[in-house]
T-cell receptor, first 114, second 111 residues
Framework: DTGVSQDPRHKITKRGQNVTFRCDPI?????LYWYRQTLGQGPEFLTY????????KSRLLSDRFSAERPKGSFSTLEIQRTEQGDSAMYLC????????????FGPGTRLLVL | LAKTTQPISMDSYEGQEVNITCSHN???????ITWYQQFPSQGPRFIIQ???TKVTNEVASLFIPADRKSSTLSLPRVSLSDTAVYYC????????????FGSGTRLSIRP
């Protein structure tokens, strides 16, 4: 399968703990996006990378959230000092420069903060 | 930001044609219109995209009037597997943060 993959698929943590999610985009895609989705709502944009450069960040992305894409391939999203309000599905998507309007989404990581 | 308005839910039956309309009164000149489909516990899946007039692919058609203030996703001969949430997005991908998914339309198909 050469689609977008995310790991882990599910994560349960206690409030105050740090969590890290990984996204592996489609290999030739240079754009990578992170979204957050809560129940009954559409995905909300968090941040996006072009190659290794983080070009845009949402105001939703508090200072407890950090994302990296060190070599322009996979990306990680870390949440520090998790709060119950962080419980959501975290989605990653990628697109190519040639077809940047089409985003391919991964299956998501579902986070539950107790 | 170009906000979109869609019906919250729609019901139809297998074999029918389903049309979902999205309003986007503040669409900008550079904005494209894109529709995604999402099943429970999965990421959204691209369906179709257009800028103006009509676009058709193997799964859907997209109708965009001349003023581009609305668009209609048409699904021909739906089946039970088309039960999903459908999102209409408007934006220019040069600015990813300005592309807003909204709450989508929950489409239920019955036998």
């Amino acid at each position: 399968d050469t689609g977008v993959s995310q790991d882990p698929r599910h994560k349960i943590t206690k409030r105050g703990q740090n969590v890290t999610f990984r996204c592996d985009p489609i290999s030739e895609h240079n754009r990578l996006y992170w979204y957050r989705q809560t129940l009954g709502q559409g995905p909300e944009f968090l941040t996006y990378f072009q190659n290794e450069a983080q070009l845009e960040k949402s105001r939703l992305l508090s200072d407890r959230f950090s994302a990296e894409r060190p070599k322009g391939s996979f990306s990680t999203l870390e949440i520090q000092r998790t709060e119950q309000g962080d419980s959501a599905m975290y989605l990653c998507a990628s697109s190519s420069t040639r077809d940047q309007e089409t985003q391919y989404f991964g299956p998501g990581t579902r986070l539950l903060v107790l | 930001l170009a906000k979109t308005t869609q019906p919250i839910s729609m019901d139809s039956y297998e074999g029918q044609e389903v049309n979902i309309t999205c309003s986007h009164n503040n669409i900008a000149t550079n904005d494209y219109i894109t529709w995604y489909q999402q099943f429970p516990s999965q990421g959204p899946r691209f369906i179709i995209q257009g800028y103006k007039t009509k676009v058709t692919n193997e799964v859907a058609s997209l109708f965009i009037p001349a003023d581009r203030k609305s668009s209609t996703l048409s699904l021909p001969r739906v089946s039970l597997s088309d039960t999903a949430v459908y999102y209409c997005l408007v934006g220019a991908y040069s600015s990813a943060s300005k592309i807003i998914f909204g709450s989508g339309t929950r489409l239920s198909i019955r036998p």
